[in-house]
């Protein structure tokens, strides 16, 4: 296979994208000055450019392509489905092969008695498919009123307005009229950054409480859903202290309320299980999939739905669906990908050889000056960085300045490592290899490094 791809010069596909393109949770008129990266390729974990340079993708694209790039099973699969049966709809009595065979594998690899599974085109669609469904599960239970969905701050859970609003991104309910009424949210389990004085045990255990309150005070009669990653990827891969899932399991089940877990990142082997609600042990009645589904090589989410809110929902019509609800090419290339998680043992690869590895090294990413807490559970880690470690203090400057510098260096240096504020997150695809987590590591040391020598050249190593 050739590595040169042929196209325009970078600075006039640059232009292009500039005057025509409007890049997603992007201030579009700084980057039209400076330029987007134009990316041409990908194999295995490394992505070129247009200028040719070999980039180690430890985001997996945005936490999706979990068997790596360059599959060409996937690609032969979805020719075949589009000259079979490119498309067709699931919605007046219809559905193909792709879709039945789909559902049927996620319903076996999914815990428990969630075996049923609504479709949408991504994690977005899903998630505002749950906000409906819950309603009218209760709504055909005789008790319509209990229509709030309770949330976490910092959760994301999608973009569009009903997912945007369960999600507690304070900068995007700012912007175009959200939340949507009758969400509520409560206080996210982040030790680090808010747990003060408390121990991270007792602070979970706390957090896990205001569940509780939340629900007291709003009324059981009106709370229908509790909705959470099992870790929040987008928040910055928050892991929450070990007393925090079995208290929201036990207050769920106390006062009959949904549980949605929002499995669009941590699904599919991500967390070292299929699904993130096994690592954290809880019982969701509903979990929201897309991303490591299809590894991100065709866009598919869905919920899967467990028999008793499905067989609810059954005893009547449910007004809702999407033109690609099940759309058969990313079925099938979802099938695929599933096929080949199973057959290559890809969980039990980052079980055994690249979780434990990629822990040790990240965890060692310790010793430097400007990290903090190092976490990192299966293929998802974070590091706080801080100025002052003893205190856990955060940086005088506008949050994210500080991890924007680091960001900017670990581009320069080819290494895809994202920034949430001021915590640096990885979540690289699950059959990354030693040696690769090696260079992984390397050049984030590098990139920390160069990001000190920066903040204490600008004065930026001041406490707030
Ligand atoms: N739930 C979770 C937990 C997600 O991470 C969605 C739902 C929405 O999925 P779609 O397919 O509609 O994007 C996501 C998506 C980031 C980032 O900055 C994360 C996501 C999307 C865009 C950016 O980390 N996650």
Not at 239 to 245: F, G, K, Q, T
Not at 263 to 285: A, Y
Not at 370 to 382: D, N, P, Q
């Amino acid at each position: 296979m050739s590595t040169i791809t042929n196209h325009m010069p970078t600075e006039e596909l640059q232009a292009l994208d500039a005057a025509h393109h409007m890049h997603p949770f992007t201030c579009n008129g700084e980057l039209a000055q400076k330029g987007a990266r134009v990316i041409t390729r990908a194999d295995g974990v490394t992505l070129t450019d247009s200028e040719g340079n070999q980039i180690l993708d430890a985001m997996a694209g945005l936490w999706c392509v979990n068997i790596g790039y360059g599959r060409d099973e996937l690609a032969d699969v979805a020719a075949r489905q589009m000259r079979e049966l490119p498309y067709y709809n699931t919605f007046f009595q219809t559905t193909h092969r792709p879709a039945i065979e789909l559902a049927q594998k996620i319903a076996e690899l999914a815990p428990g008695d969630l075996n049923n599974v609504f479709f949408a085109g991504s994690g977005s669609e899903a998630n505002d498919t749950n906000l409906r469904m819950v309603r009218h599960y209760w709504a055909l239970k005789g008790k319509p009123s209990k229509s709030i969905v309770i949330s976490r701050k910092n959760a994301y859970h999608g973009s569009t307005v009903a997912s945007g609003s369960l999600g507690g991104m304070t900068g995007m309910h700012e912007q175009g009229g959200m939340p949507i009424p009758d969400i509520h949210h409560i206080n996210q389990p982040n030790w680090w950054a808010e747990g003060g004085d408390t121990s991270p045990e007792a602070f979970g255990l706390a957090k896990a409480q205001e569940l509780e309150k939340a629900i007291l005070e709003l009324g059981e009669d009106r709370v229908a859903a509790f909705i959470a990653e099992p870790i929040q990827g987008a928040g910055g891969v928050i892991v929450a202290p070990e007393s925090y899932w079995p208290e929201v399991q036990r207050i769920c089940d106390k006062y009959e309320i949904l549980l949605i877990a929002d499995e669009v990142i941590c699904g599919f082997g991500r967390t070292g299980e299929w699904f993130g609600s096994q690592t954290v042990n809880i019982r969701p009645d509903i979990m929201t999939i897309a991303k490591g589904l299809s590894s991100g090589y065709a866009p598919i989410g869905g919920s899967i739905v467990s028999d008793e809110v499905a067989s609810v929902i059954a005893t009547g019509e449910f007004n809702h669906g999407y033109t690609y609800s099940g759309h058969p090419v990313a079925a099938a290339v979802a099938l695929e990908n599933l096929r080949i998680l199973e057959e290559e043992d890809v969980i039990g690869h980052v079980q055994n050889v690249a979780a434990p590895y990629l822990k040790e090294q990240w965890e060692g990413l310790q010793d430097h000056p400007l990290v903090g807490e190092a976490k990192i559970v299966g293929m998802m880690g974070s590091i706080a960085l801080t100025p002052n470690k003893e205190t856990r203090a955060v940086f005088a400057a506008d949050t994210g300045t500080v991890g924007y510098i680091c960001r900017e260096r670990c581009f320069a240096n080819n290494l895809v490592m994202r920034h949430v504020g001021d915590r640096m997150i990885i979540s690289p695809p699950l059959v990354i290899k030693p040696e690769e987590i090696d260079l992984l590591i390397a050049c984030a040391r590098t990139s920390l490094d160069e990001c000190y020598a920066q903040l204490k050249e600008d004065g930026l190593l001041q406490s707030a």
